[in-house]
């Protein structure tokens, strides 16, 4: 660290720390958009997924957002989790979230850089307070201590690593388009039955209504393979030490909130997966979230395992991972409508298994995937893109923050290419040093 650098705590930049407004949130435009803590977890806050609020206008200058507040979760396993605003509608932030305005003479991004960070997430969760929900309160979660260099540097240190946010940034719409281009086409053929050829074919009653002749109604849990998950005893360090076996929660897709998804926050060995519920599957299988948030899917590339709030449906030769992906998608309202609990609202694998869904002639679900494969193969090379972008970020903000790079010499990545290739000579010399 550079001597002159100032060392304080999180606080001490703060112009103003404020607590959310509490309200019910609705997709009707009634108020301003209502910020909460499901939408800061992914990657980038998809506005048009953010409910809205009923505000008075005198209440609402006191929770409106501006360009530059930091946000952060203060309840739950996502505690410590943190957004930068930057471009956005009119909104204001839920109760569950911490407002940061950040003072004028400190540059807002170089510090929303450090309280996104994972070093920041990992110090929260470690001073959590709370049994059965834990939380942090203002104090805990500006409690932070940082080192603050000269404003230029700040400048400078803000402009290197958001330049790798904006390549992820814009990875992650082109990720967004060609989704969305592949569930329009699962749209076109297998809801609207408008599949190439389909004036040949005539449609059939069904207790779906018409489909086309040639196409099998059946029960979901009668096509492929539905696993559920479990967790090893918390208790028992045995069952998680050393761990190797990729185990998905909840938080891992919506974190992710992509289509594909690699790893796991937490693995357990081979022993927490015998003593657990916990079922190992292949790469390509397609996951759910059952419970809570329900209807968050990824496919997984590697072989992996999920805790007890999922639904996974192993793809075969009748519905492919792309069909069953797609499937779920297109009935995520239907599933979440049939959920039920009193705590937490679940659907369990025996309501799953019998939703009913309409099986297409084998050479049509064959020209479909020959189709969406390259779609979904750029997707998923987009994401890889981005974890890479996201690791060499992440490697390079300690470092910087740390005075350990002189900021001097690194260049503003314009590319995915110079984003890897700018971090690696001067990384190679910090590790070394």
């Keep these: 660290m550079v001597k002159s650098w100032e060392k304080i705590i999180l606080r001490d930049v703060c112009e103003k720390i404020n607590y959310g407004f509490t309200a ?4 009707k435009p009634i108020g301003p958009k209502f910020l909460r803590i499901t939408d800061i977890v992914p990657e980038l806050i998809n506005w048009n997924d953010v409910p809205f609020c009923s505000i008075s206008e005198q209440e609402a200058k006191k929770y409106l957002l501006e360009t530059g507040d930091i946000v952060i979760a203060r309840t739950g396993a996502t505690s410590g989790y943190a957004k930068h605003i930057k471009s956005h509608p009119s909104a204001i932030f839920a109760s569950y979230l911490v407002r940061l305005r950040i003072k004028k003479e400190h540059d807002s ?21 709370g049994s ?5 309160n203002a104090q805990i979660l500006t409690s932070y201590p940082l080192s603050l260099p000269p404003l230029r540097i700040q400048h400078k240190i803000a402009s290197i690593l958001s330049a790798y946010d904006d390549l992820i940034e814009n990875n992650t719409r082109r990720i967004a388009i060609l989704e969305e281009m592949a569930q329009s086409l699962y749209q076109e053929w297998f809801v609207h039955y408008r599949f190439p050829g389909h004036k040949k074919n005539k449609l059939v009653e069904s207790e779906l209504g018409l489909i086309p002749e040639g196409w099998q109604l059946q029960l979901i849990g009668d096509v492929v393979e539905v696993l559920g998950g479990g967790t090893p005893s918390t208790k028992n360090p045995e069952y998680w030490l050393d761990g190797d076996i990729i185990w998905f929660s909840p ?34 299988s397609v996951m759910m979230t059952s419970r809570a948030t329900i209807g968050v899917i990824a496919i997984n590339t590697q072989p992996a ?17 792309y069909q069953l ?38 050479k049509v679900s064959q020209h479909f995937n ?15 893109r981005n974890i890479n972008l996201r690791r060499t970020r992440d490697l390079l903000l300690p470092k910087l923050i740390a005075g350990e790079l002189d900021v001097e010499h690194l260049s503003v990545p314009s590319s995915v290419e110079e984003g890897l290739e700018v971090a690696e000579e001067p990384l190679e010399a910090a590790v070394s040093m």
């Excluded at 039920?340 to 084998?362: C, D, H, W, Y």
């Design 370 to 384: 020959s189709i969406v494969q390259p779609l979904c193969q750029q997707i998923e090379n987009l994401i890889f």
């Design 325 to 362: 992906y797609f499937w779920l998608a297109e009935n995520k309202e239907k599933i979440i409508s049939l959920a039920s609990g009193s705590t937490f609202r679940e659907i369990n694998k025996a309501t799953f298994r019998g939703l009913p869904v309409v099986i297409p002639e084998q």
């Design 132 to 136: 059965a929900q834990p939380q942090a």
């Design 251 to 284: 938080t891992d897709l919506t974190a992710a909130s992509s289509m594909f998804i690699s790893d796991s926050a937490k693995k357990i060995n081979a022993q927490g997966l015998q003593k657990s519920s916990a079922r190992l599957f292949p790469a390509g």
């Design 109 to 129: 991004q170089y510090i929303g850089l450090i309280v996104e960070s994972g070093d920041y997430k990992r110090f929260i969760q470690a001073n959590l307070g």
């Design 24 to 27: 019910s949130s609705t997709m």
């Design 305 to 321: 395992c999920t805790n007890q709030g999922f639904i996974t449906c192993l793809p075969n030769e009748y519905m492919s991972a």
